[in-house]
C-alpha cells in the first residue's frame, strides 16, 4: 500500500470524491485503488504539529507502506504562479539551535537539509525540482535571495519519513508568490481551484513510481 498526504481537504478534493472514509478522528483516513495499487490517503491538518501526528499516526496503523507521497500548494519566491515542482529538498526557516552548533533550520539529531531523490522522476514526468521550506508562519515577506517554495508541513513530513525510514515524494503547486501585489487574494482563489491540477500530475506521477 502507499501513503497520500495532503493538510486540507481543499489539496485532494478529488481523491476523497473517489476514496472510501475509513476514519473522521483523530485524523480523517481515507482507502482507494487508483491503476490497481491501494491507497491511504491521509488528511493532517494546517502546521508542521498536525503534519506530523497526522503522518505518525497514519504509519502507526499501517506499518507497511511503500512509498509516502506528499501533495500540497505553497506559496514561493522567484517561481511562476500555479507552476508544479517535485520537492528536491526540505528544511525549516524557523529553527535555531545555531547557539549549540546545530546550522540553521537544523533539529538537534536530524539533518541539516532533507533529501528526496527524486531526478529519474523529475525527467520522465518534465517536471522541475525546486527547494522547500517549511515555517509555522504564512509567508508574505522574502526569506531568502534565491528561488524556493515555502509550506507549514513538508519538512516536518520529511523528518517523520525520515525517523520511520520511508521514501517520501513531495508534489507542490506555487499558489501564490511572496511579495505579489495580490498574494493573499492569488492564494484564496488558488486554494479551491488547484485540486484538479494537483490530481491529474499526481496520476501521472504514479505511473512512473
Known sequence: ??????????????????????????????????????????VTGVGKTNAAAGLS???????????????????????????AYLVESAMYHD????I?????????????????????????LNLKTMRLMTGDSFQTSKIDDKP???????????????????PIISLKIVSDVIESKHQLETYTRSEQTLDEKLYQILLKLLEVI
Request: charged letters at 20%; a negative charge; hydrophobic letters at 45%.
Open 1 to 42: 500500500m502507499r501513503l497520500i498526504v495532503a493538510a486540507m481537504d481543499s489539496e485532494v478534493t478529488s481523491l476523497i470524491e473517489r476514496f472510501v472514509q475509513l476514519e473522521l478522528e483523530p485524523f480523517k483516513l481515507y482507502q482507494g485503488k487508483i491503476s490497481g495499487f491501494d491507497y491511504l490517503l491521509v
Open 57 to 83: 499516526y497514519a504509519l502507526s496503523k499501517h506499518p507497511n507502506m511503500e512509498i509516502i507521497i506528499n501533495l500540497g500548494i505553497v506559496g514561493g519566491y522567484l517561481v511562476d504562479l500555479h507552476e
Open 95 to 98: 529553527v535555531d539551535v545555531t
Open 100 to 124: 549549540f552548533n546545530y546550522k540553521f533550520g537544523q533539529i538537534p539529531g536530524q539533518p541539516e537539509i532533507f533529501l528526496s531523490d527524486i531526478n529519474e522522476i523529475s525527467s520522465k
Open 148 to 166: 524556493y517554495i515555502i509550506d507549514m508541513e513538508g519538512a516536518s513530513l520529511f523528518q517523520v519519513a525520515n525517523r520511520f525510514k520511508k
